[in-house]
């Protein structure tokens, strides 16, 4: 703890001597030519430097934290564990399951995988934007890049076989995507409407085969659902594709970061956030019984059953 604070304070020093420059170089460019507007001109370049010297002392910080606490904190709950905080689930790999919108740019980090109760999983953070022009009164085009998605992609193994592509998307949920698979007709995504009213106002389903969509969503599974998007703060999407289950969770957040540089890490509480982030990977294995294989009808691969994309690493 005392190395990383150090590190920390390495971090947070730079950061304040950036500033500090930055401002007393804007401030000294007033008062010689008493031209406040200097003091903006600064600003700008100031910021990009301070950003290019904070880089590295910011990426030493983070990383000791992930090594030091993130590796040992999974390695309590997970078997099998692989941990790389630089990678994470390709951009082929979400872009295979035909369900997400993948804008222009794309990020993943934080990669995880391993097996809880003998479950096997991926999980990384993803950052999707994409690129929007607007136009202003006076002909004017600016580009900005707006975020599509920001939050946790996790895959799992399903325990049932199915061999038509499912979805379920919270509604609110801002990224989803409903298009044919290969250019087939009869494999359009078509609403299905559930029995449960109270499921419906909360969820939209879409399947290739409507009764694939009722084979996996059963009453109870529903009920499931609906409790998980209870317990979490960001919008769910649930795709069933090639025997997986791939839950994406649209909450604006990064997972297994230190925080803030300006506080002295509390390994208590660093070790309950830790604790609290594990969970949101290990309640969907717990809450939808993902290790009960009593539903298993087939032993066979996803590619002999005419399943959708492999899980691609």
Not at 283 to 292: V, W
Request: glycine letters at 6%.
């Amino acid at each position: 703890m005392d190395e990383l604070n150090e590190l920390r304070i390495a971090a947070r020093n730079r950061l304040l001597c950036c500033i500090g420059g930055v401002v007393a170089l804007g401030i000294a460019a007033v008062a010689a030519t008493r031209q406040p507007f200097l003091l903006f001109f600064f600003l700008v370049p100031g910021i990009i430097v301070s950003a290019l010297l904070m880089k590295k002392p910011r990426q030493r910080y983070r990383a000791a934290f992930k090594q030091a606490y993130v590796r040992r904190a999974l390695q309590s709950v997970f078997t099998d564990l692989y941990y790389d905080p630089e990678r994470g689930i390709s951009y082929d790999t979400i872009a295979a399951t035909r369900m997400m919108n993948m804008g222009d740019r794309f990020r993943s980090e934080d990669y995880i995988s391993g097996r809880y109760k003998d479950i096997p999983f991926e999980q990384s953070d993803v950052h999707i934007e994409e690129e929007r022009q607007s136009t202003d009164s006076e002909g004017h085009t600016t580009t900005e890049y707006v975020t599509i998605f920001r939050g946790r992609w996790m895959i799992f193994d399903f325990n049932k076989t199915f061999k038509a592509n499912v979805q379920i998307a919270q509604k609110g949920f801002p990224n989803a995507k409903r298009k044919r698979f290969f250019g087939k007709k009869e494999e359009l995504f078509k609403p299905v409407e559930m029995e449960s009213e109270v499921f419906n106002k909360q969820f939209r389903v879409f399947a290739q085969n409507e009764h694939d969509a009722f084979y996996i969503i059963t009453p109870s599974f529903m009920e499931r659902v609906q409790s998980l998007a209870a317990h979490n703060k960001g919008k769910l999407l649930f795709c069933f594709v090639g025997n997986r289950l791939h839950i994406a969770i649209h909450d604006n957040k990064d997972s297994f970061e230190p925080g803030s540089i300006f506080k002295r890490p509390d390994e208590e509480k660093l070790t309950q956030k830790l604790r609290v982030e594990i969970g949101v990977i290990t309640q969907f294995i717990d809450e939808l019984s993902l290790d009960n294989n009593l539903f298993k009808q087939s032993q066979q691969s996803p590619a002999e059953i005419g399943g959708g994309s492999p899980w691609i690493n």
